[in-house]
Structure formats: C-alpha cells, structure tokens
C-alpha cells in the first residue's frame, strides 16, 4: 500500500472516530462516517484493483483515485462545520487588512469587480488542480 493510502485511511478513520466524540447532531455524524466509509473502501479497492484488472489498469486508475478521495475528504470534513466562527473570520479579515496595507496591494482592489472575479476563479479552479497536477505528473513521465 502506498503511504498516501495510509495517510488517506487514517483520515478517514479518524474523523470518523471524531464524528462520535464532538457534539454533532446524529444526522451529521451518520454524514461524516457515511462519507468516511466510502473514503476507506475506495481507497482499500484502489489498492487492490490489481486483482481484477491488467496491471497497466489498475495502476492507472489507483494513480487517478486521489481526485475523487480528496472531494471525499473534504466534504467529510465539512461535516464538522455548523456554523461560522465568527472571532475566527474576524481575524482573518485583520490580517488581510494588514497585509493589503504592508503590501499596497489591495489598495482599491477589494472594491474592484475584476478582483472579485478573479478570487472566485481561484477558488473555483482549486477543484480542478488534482486532476491538472495529475496530467503534468503523466505528461513528464512522472506516472504512477
């Protein structure tokens, strides 16, 4: 097994384990180890596809695996989430204000549309980037 499938199973055991533990409602605690329990099958059948398909198969499709794992991973840990946190957002926006004015960066740009379009087109590309990262490894002879 490759050490990211132990990474990838331990993650998902884990927050399940810590589903049971926060206070969640049992909604959300069934979602969390729903979404973990596909998390550890997928990756327990990736490891194994070997047995059902040509190796050239299975070491294709194993190499592809991360791309829905990390969409799982990350809606499971989603789960955890039940509302804003409030002191923790406000932080962040001090620290954006101080950065924008130590960098003279922002100056006028957090008001620009073309900005805000522009943050929500790396956000929105941040989905793609496994799959891309992926076809770079695959195009440098990088595979597997």
């Known amino acids: 097994m490759r050490i990211a499938e ?6 998902f055991l884990l ?26 099958v997928w990756t327990l059948s990736s490891w194994r596809l070997d047995l059902f398909l040509a ?32 002191a923790f957002q406000e932080r962040l926006s001090r620290v954006d204000s101080v950065a924008g004015r130590a960098l003279g960066v922002f100056k006028g740009l957090s008001s620009s549309r073309w900005f805000r379009v522009y943050l929500e087109a790396a956000y929105v590309l941040a989905y793609p980037l496994v799959p891309f990262a992926l076809v770079v490894l695959y195009l440098g002879g990088r595979a597997g």
């Open 55 to 86: 190796p050239s198969w299975s070491t294709f499709l194993r190499d592809w695996s991360p791309v829905p794992i990390v969409l799982i991973a990350y809606w499971q840990a989603g789960g955890f989430s039940v509302e804003p946190w409030e």
């Open 15 to 40: 927050l399940i384990g810590l589903a049971w533990i926060r206070p969640l409602t049992l909604v959300r605690r069934g979602k969390i180890a729903l979404l973990g329990g596909i998390g550890v």
């Open 6 to 11: 132990w990474i990838n199973l331990i993650f």
